[in-house]
């Protein structure tokens, strides 16, 4: 249901991306209109996608990481390894949610504006949820690799 | 960083942490230790939405990773062989060239070992090379072409650096072609003795290839014509780009299903976001690394030992090499770059050079252990040991390596073409 969800606004901002860069240039060339906006909104999207994409990389376990040393441990040993890189990532996010939070809060205190008006911690708001859900994500991830590996060993005795 | 934190982050990085977490795990310490309001990360993480050209990298990586769920990979094989599959020798030519173009669309991230490898690998069987020589070629290729355009590290290294992009896609034209060259010598030295089988030359299947290949043969002239005549910016190109596979892939030759294309878009997002959420963290850590002064600590540490230019891009070409080994490259752009820059410019390297040698050097990376990118895939795609592949690479990873120290000592081969 979540990972439907996600993918959706994937759809919707990256199809947005698409049409909207594609409309832009007709429009300049062909009708000599552009937006003063554009340029703007363009790139808050792509800070959009890069977060959605960050959310659903935590979900799919594809962040790059550099754990091919991980991998020759014995499998007991692999599993605590594993399990402290997702404790530890969830409280680096925990932590990226709590000051984006800080700095959303700030933004909305002051009335930044963004994009001809529009109040700038909308826009913003977008940063603790995400890295919000990224730790829920890893503290989710931890758990069920505890819960495999305790099945494991269950199966195996 | 004191060096307790630093050798905490290193151990968490081998346990598999995602390297985004701790390089925010590192700026997060580091401003504590100055004594800055943490916000300063979020606020840097948000200077993703004010850095332009951006937008290039997910339409782009969307852009090829739609080509590569559709038929295009067969076409482009195809193509190449009716045109050269009948010259001796051609198939193993063809197929550094195809991979070559075929990565500088999807970014080096393996598909094209996935995507073309299995065409190529029996093909050039078939053509009577053997096997080992077909593991080398086929996993050596699946990251030759990073130095054309649109390729992501080619765009990311002018977003961190700031040098024009269109420039860099110039810059790199004539590196990328002698690395291909080279190859391909290697290649008809390796196989002299060999009998080839090769295909009948016929005109009319030559067509035929065209024909098959006509809605994709426009790409690069959309990439790069559109750039290069001022018609639009590398952004519009690939807004352009990806309408435009869109409109081919799905409605005129409808070979992606639409019911695909969430998922393709999500696939391509997971790339583009493992790759931003490193770079929202780093603008961070390079904001910090440049506010204590480390460029320039480094650059005293450097010039103690390092005279001249030579002996600079000699040490930075066994830096890099090491670098590429142990760091995946949109990591290594993003951290390194950043500091490598203002040294390069005192011993007076040009920053468009200093990308494509940087870019050049880290390519072997993805041959050399223990990270090396295409022997896992390789090892995975074609079911070998992974020592097997990394020795049938070995010839392939010296030729390579030749073509990066023509490229670091002959400045004009990257910049002639821009006229400098």
Known sequence: MARSVETWLVVVVLGGLILFGAAQILLRNVFSISFAWGDGLTRLAVLWLGLLGALAASRDGRHITMGAVGRLLPQRLQVVALVTADVFAAVVCGALAWYSWMFVSDSREFGDVLLDGIPAWWLQAIMPVAFGLMTYQFIAQGISRLRGSRAALVAHL | ?420
């Open chain 2, 1 to 420: 960083m004191s060096f307790a934190v630093a050798a905490l982050l290193i151990v968490i990085t081998l346990l598999g942490a995602p390297l985004f977490t701790v390089i925010g795990a590192g700026a997060l310490t580091g401003f504590h230790r100055e004594g800055v309001d943490l916000s300063v990360v979020a606020i840097e993480f948000f200077g993703l939405s004010e850095t332009p050209v951006l937008v290039a990298i997910p339409l782009f990586t969307f852009a090829g990773f739609l080509l590569s769920a559709g038929h295009a990979p067969q076409r482009l094989v195809r193509l190449s062989q009716a045109l050269l599959g009948w010259f001796p020798g051609g198939l193993a030519v063809i197929s550094l060239i195809a991979c070559a173009l075929f990565t500088a669309f999807t970014g080096a991230s393996g598909v094209t070992i996935i995507a073309l490898g299995a065409l190529l690998f029996p093909a050039l069987t078939q053509a009577g090379y053997d096997e080992r020589f077909n593991l080398g070629l086929i996993t050596a290729s699946g990251s030759l072409g990073l130095l054309f355009a649109p390729s992501l590290p080619l765009i990311l290294y002018g977003v961190v650096s700031e040098a024009p992009i269109d420039d860099l896609f110039v810059a790199g034209v004539l590196p990328g072609t002698l690395m291909i060259v080279l190859l391909s010598l290697y290649s008809y030295w390796r196989n002299r003795k060999l009998h080839y089988v090769v295909t009948e030359r016929s005109w009319s299947a030559a067509w035929a290839a065209v024909v098959a290949a006509r809605w994709d043969l426009p790409l690069p002239v959309v990439v790069l014509g559109g750039i290069y005549s001022g018609y639009f910016a590398v952004s519009e190109a690939a807004a352009v780009t990806a309408l435009y596979v869109v409109i081919v892939e799905l409605v005129i030759l409808r070979e992606v299903p639409w019911r695909d294309l969430p998922r393709i878009m999500r696939e391509s997002t997971v790339l583009v976001g493992a790759i931003l959420a490193i770079l929202g963290v780093s603008l961070a850590s390079t904001n910090l690394m440049i506010d204590t002064g480390v460029p320039q600590r480094l650059f005293a540490l450097v010039s103690q030992y390092v005279e001249g230019p030579t002996t600079f891009l000699l040490v930075l070409l066994l830096f890099l090499l090491v670098l590429g080994a142990i760091l995946d490259i949109f990591s290594a752009i993003v951290l390194i770059v950043p500091l490598l820059l203002p040294i390069a410019a005192q011993y007076g390297i040009d920053p468009i050079h200093l990308g494509i040698v940087f870019l050049a050097a880290m390519e072997l990376g993805y041959l050399t252990p223990p990270v090396g990118l295409n022997l896992f895939i390789a090892s995975h795609r074609f079911e070998k040991d992974i020592t097997e592949i990394y020795w049938a690479t070995q010839p392939f990873l010296i030729v390579s390596l030749i073509a990066v120290v023509i490229i670091a000592f002959w400045p004009d081969l990257s910049l002639v073409l821009l006229g400098r």
